[in-house]
């Protein structure tokens, strides 16, 4: 569903990019601000409780993820130090958002328990990325998972949105139950998916020993 998505946002910022390719913007200076501004809208709104203005801010920065690859294929400038910096930079974008709202709960609303799951969504999520990172680089197939990073960052934004909009807060507690429990069982499913694949290997290195 996602990828459906995807291919309808990148056809709508397309003549944008094309746009900043002949202003001789790089791909990964896009990718630089992109983080920025999420990270902006998320550290300065979310901890004062203007959590719909966040999500918007974030929302008009998060479709430099698009951006940035769209440019880099378009350009030819694909690279290996491109897509280590874009996925490092999509870990913090990430961390930002949940580190936004662990401080609403805080501050603005206090909370312990959404605090902690904030942080939990926080932690898992890092995991989750990091498992795939790291056993793709052990040569395993780990594309697994009910919670992509973009199922997880269209939930949190838009339950945060309609939580503030509609007055509504359930909707903001629900989405970091979801997004807590979904993580946890992705990063579950990745280890599990990966120690399969190294019995495999390993059993499949024994028969020719």
């Given at each position: 569903m996602m990828e459906r998505f995807r291919a309808f946002w990148t056809k709508v910022i397309s003549p944008v990019a094309h746009l900043l390719i002949r202003m001789g913007v790089s791909p990964d200076a896009v990718t630089l601000v992109g983080t920025l501004g999420v990270s902006a809208g998320a550290l300065v709104f979310f901890p004062q409780g203007k959590l719909a203005t966040g999500v918007l801010v974030i929302a008009a920065f998060v479709f430099s993820d698009l951006l940035d690859g769209y440019m880099a294929r378009t350009t030819g400038r694909v690279s290996s130090f491109g897509a280590f910096w874009d996925s490092t930079l999509d870990r913090v974008a990430d961390g930002a958002i949940f580190i936004g709202l662990a401080l609403y709960f805080a501050w603005e609303e206090p909370s312990r328990l959404y605090l902690v799951l904030s942080l939990v969504c926080l932690l898992?999520?890092?995991?989750?990325?990091?498992?795939?990172?790291?056993?793709?680089?052990?040569?395993?197939?780990?594309?697994?998972?009910?919670?992509?990073?973009?199922?997880?960052?269209?939930?949190?934004?838009?339950?945060?949105?309609?939580?503030?909009?509609?007055?509504?807060?359930?909707?903001l507690y629900i989405a970091l139950w979801g997004l807590a429990l979904a993580s946890t069982i992705t990063v579950a499913q990745r280890v599990w998916v990966v120690r399969k694949q190294a019995a495999e290997e390993a059993a499949l290195r024994s028969e020719h020993d």
């Open positions: 898992m999520g890092g995991v989750t990325s990091y498992a795939r990172a790291r056993g793709e680089t052990l040569g395993f197939s780990v594309k697994v998972g009910i919670a992509e990073r973009a199922d997880r960052l269209v939930a949190i934004l838009v339950m945060t949105f309609f939580s503030a909009v509609l007055d509504l807060p359930v909707l």
